[in-house]
């Protein structure tokens, strides 16, 4: 049985437990099981805009957009594990965060400690990502050469552009239920198409290809292989049409 401590030792220990709450860098908030607030750290006053006081006593419903409120009030998940939402300043401005949460015993009850993390950062970087994939993926549906990218292991076709599907008559289901690219190649001597076997490898080849009206073309192409989502792809644009022949 380990002994009892002093009452030294538990003010420091007190004491010491106050100096991790008060200098966390993310949110912490203690509530009661009805949603109200028993106590919450300088980080907590700083995300919503309010003071230590204007925060205690206040209801979790109104920290938080009202469509966000079913998040933290009443919600299982949030007990249990991690839950995405949004914090609202005193200013009105939305907040993104990650409340994560526990049952602790508090002043001789039982109450929930919420950890909320300011995503701002992350939520930002989030969106400018979307906005650049949607820049380039622009780029690539709307370029006036065919262009696709397709696996180079399974030689199935991962994407096609409008100027391709134009060019080869086929639409972009009808490229990517294609069991690989040779259901568009004219092999020499029986051979299936060569591909680039070598990472980061440009390669200018000239080869034939059928439409889906039978005709076909001899055309240039660029062949870059890279690696797209943990695989090894091949984007192939098409440089230039040499012939053309139903």
């Not at 109450?111 to 909320?116: F, I, T």
């Amino acid at each position: 049985m380990k002994p009892a401590l002093s009452t030294y030792e538990l003010q420091q220990r007190e004491h010491l437990f106050r100096m991790v709450f008060e200098n966390a860098p993310d949110a912490i908030f203690i509530e009661d099981f009805d949603g109200n607030v028993l106590d919450a750290n300088a980080a907590a006053c700083k995300l919503h805009g309010l003071s230590h006081d204007e925060l205690v006593g206040m209801h979790v419903s109104q920290l938080v957009p009202e469509e966000f409120r079913y998040c933290v009030y009443g919600h299982k998940e949030l007990i249990e594990g991690e839950v995405d939402g949004f914090s609202l300043a005193a200013d009105g401005r939305r907040i993104p965060v990650s409340i994560c949460s526990s049952v602790i015993q508090y002043m001789g009850r039982r109450a929930v400690l919420l950890h909320v993390r300011d995503n701002t950062k992350r939520y930002i970087a989030e969106i400018a990502l979307r906005e650049s994939e949607e820049r380039y993926r622009l780029l690539f549906d709307f370029n006036p050469q065919p262009m696709w990218v397709h696996d180079r292991e399974t030689r199935r076709f991962i994407a096609v552009n409008e100027s391709a599907q134009r060019l080869y008559q086929f639409s972009r289901e009808e490229f990517l239920q294609m069991n690989s690219i040779d259901a568009i190649c004219i092999p020499d001597d029986g051979e299936p198409c060569q591909l680039p076997n070598l990472p980061n490898l440009v390669e200018v080849s000239t080869v034939k290809h059928r439409r889906k009206d039978g005709g076909t073309l001899t055309v240039e192409l660029t062949q870059h292989t890279m690696t797209l989502d943990g695989r090894f792809a091949v984007f192939v644009m098409v440089n230039r049409v040499i012939s053309w022949r139903r």
